[in-house]
């Protein structure tokens, strides 16, 4: 959730709520609520979008789906080519304005998440390594880690959302990574066995909204690179995943929540199509908990 950073999975949905902030507040207190469109979050898009410039104070808030509590995302300053958000009441997270990549420091070649200006037709390709890092009861534990991705802008649409029908650009991105040079840190006490190599591949759809400021919607879906044909983030398997916008806070403007649309857990924990092994291997961590990255 923290690295969203986002199935056409249905559920009855609420309404959303808007109210506008500032001197209107009290008075929309007595009248009610207003509709998503009107807080233009549907309006049409055209032309290429340059980068937001989202005001300090923004809040999103996202869902991952049943039995993970909602996450806020708290902007709290943005410069010098930076943004600093705050995440769950107290985690910082600090990312590029121009690509929302996280900063850090370790991190070798440029990863792109988004392009500005953004358009239709456009596509690009990243490429980096930065060590990764997990925790385990026996101690703490890192690895290489290595990605190259290709996104490509293809459509603008209007996506289905707690929040209502937003005009967003689809941006599709498949990300080859890989894994490797496992390791205990100074202090584990249990250096796994197996050679700690694990490729693999990460397709995803993300609905990136210009009058939001970030992804309203992702759909993601992991599997062993060696049977890429097999799976896709189009599907509906229990792999796919789906991280969703549920709130959107704006000081001195628009404010709107509601309740998740397609927001939803993978059922499965293990990517598509791995061999099975043995839980006490690098590989079987590597196959099944998703890359963190180590800044320090």
Request: aromatic share 8%; proline share 7%; hydrophobic share 35%.
């Amino acid at each position: 959730m923290r690295d969203m950073i986002l199935h056409l999975h249905f559920e009855p949905r609420m309404a959303p709520r808007a109210i506008l902030c500032g001197a209107l507040t009290a008075a929309l207190s007595f009248i009610g609520t207003v509709s998503a469109e009107e807080c233009r979050l549907d309006a049409p898009l055209s032309g290429p979008q340059e980068a937001p410039t989202s005001a300090p104070g923004t809040q999103w808030t996202y869902s991952g789906g049943a039995g993970f509590p909602a996450t806020p995302m708290l902007l709290k300053v943005a410069q010098n080519g930076q943004r600093e958000l705050e995440i769950a009441e107290g985690t910082l997270r600090r990312e590029w304005i121009d690509t929302y990549a996280d900063v850090n420091p370790l991190r070798k070649g440029d990863k792109v998440l988004l392009r500005f200006p953004l358009k239709v037709g456009d596509q690009w390709q990243d490429r980096f390594e930065e060590p990764g890092e997990f925790n385990a009861r026996s101690g703490r534990y890192r690895y290489d880690y290595e990605e190259q991705g290709q996104s490509r802008v293809t459509a603008i649409e209007t996506v289905r959302t707690a929040l209502g029908d937003i005009s967003a650009y689809r941006i599709e991105r498949e990300a080859r990574w890989r894994k490797s040079n496992a390791r205990a840190v100074v202090g584990a006490d249990r250096p796994n066995a197996g050679d700690g190599v694990v490729e693999g591949l990460e397709r995803s759809i993300s609905w990136y909204a210009p009058d939001v400021g970030r992804v309203v919607l992702r759909r993601r879906v992991s599997g062993n690179p060696a049977f890429a044909a097999y799976f896709s983030a189009e599907d509906d398997t229990d792999n796919l995943s789906i991280t969703e916008l549920v709130g959107f806070h704006q000081p001195g403007g628009c404010r709107i929540e509601g309740v998740p649309v397609q927001a939803r857990v993978a059922g499965q924990v293990f990517p598509l199509h791995y061999p099975l092994v043995d839980s006490d291997t690098w590989e079987f961590r590597l196959m099944r908990d998703p890359h963190v990255p180590a800044d320090r």
